[in-house]
């Protein structure tokens, strides 16, 4: 398991949690929060953490709860692009664990990292996507792609590396 990794925000970064909290505070909803910080930073810095806990007067104990509890959280930075690998049943049978093992080793991830170098891609392994007839699936960011061998894998993780490679021209 991937631990928090303790990164130093900019004071631009520590301003747009201020502006969050303002924005959102109103709700007194600490999913919310968590959730527009999740979607400002592609994860919860722990900074956030103790913000939110001296805002809300909750205990950092509590954030730290709802954090791990739901799967759409994560206090780590992620890639820009969330691959999941179903491990679905009908995905399993249809050799899904092989594939995985081969998309990480394309990407150079070993067993303990779940992003690349380059925060361009995530990989999650994730016990069903729902998609069991195009087994074996897996989803990038919110789309589906199924019936899949390593060479379709790897045309889509390209796609994606060219399409977020595009974007910082």
Same mark, same amino acid.
């Given at each position: 398991?991937?631990?928090?990794?303790?990164?130093?925000? @900019?004071?631009?970064?520590?301003?747009?949690?201020?502006?969050?909290?303002?924005?959102? #505070?109103?709700?007194?909803?600490?999913?919310?929060?968590?959730?527009?910080?999740? @979607?400002?930073?592609?994860?919860? /810095?722990? %900074?956030?953490?103790?913000?939110? @806990?001296?805002?809300?007067?909750?205990?950092?104990?509590?954030?730290? =709860?709802?954090?791990?509890?739901?799967?759409?959280? @994560?206090?780590? /930075?992620?890639?820009?692009?969330?691959?999941?690998?179903?491990?679905?049943?009908?995905?399993?049978?249809?050799?899904?664990?092989?594939?995985?093992?081969?998309?990480?080793?394309?990407?150079?991830?070993?067993?303990? #990292?779940?992003?690349?170098?380059?925060?361009?891609?995530?990989?999650?392994?994730?016990?069903?996507?729902?998609?069991?007839?195009?087994? /074996?699936?897996?989803?990038?960011?919110?789309? !589906?792609? =199924?019936?899949?061998?390593?060479?379709? !894998?790897?045309?889509?993780?390209?796609? %994606?590396?060219?399409? #977020?490679?595009?974007?910082?021209?």
């Amino acid at each position: 398991m991937q631990t928090q990794e303790t990164v130093a925000l @900019s004071g631009e970064e520590m301003e747009m949690i201020d502006n969050i909290y303002e924005e959102y #505070s109103h709700s007194k909803s600490l999913m919310i929060l968590l959730q527009q910080i999740q @979607s400002e930073f592609g994860y919860v /810095p722990e %900074y956030a953490i103790h913000y939110l @806990s001296e805002k809300m007067h909750v205990a950092e104990s509590h954030i730290y =709860g709802v954090i791990t509890f739901y799967a759409q959280f @994560s206090t780590i /930075p992620v890639g820009k692009n969330i691959i999941k690998i179903c491990n679905g049943t009908a995905c399993h049978v249809g050799g899904s664990k092989v594939l995985g093992k081969k998309l990480r080793s394309y990407l150079k991830l070993d067993e303990e #990292s779940e992003t690349t170098e380059d925060k361009v891609f995530t990989v999650q392994n994730v016990a069903c996507l729902g998609c069991c007839a195009l087994a /074996p699936a897996m989803m990038v960011n919110d789309k !589906v792609y =199924g019936k899949l061998d390593i060479d379709q !894998v790897k045309s889509v993780v390209e796609s %994606y590396r060219q399409a #977020s490679e595009n974007e910082e021209l």
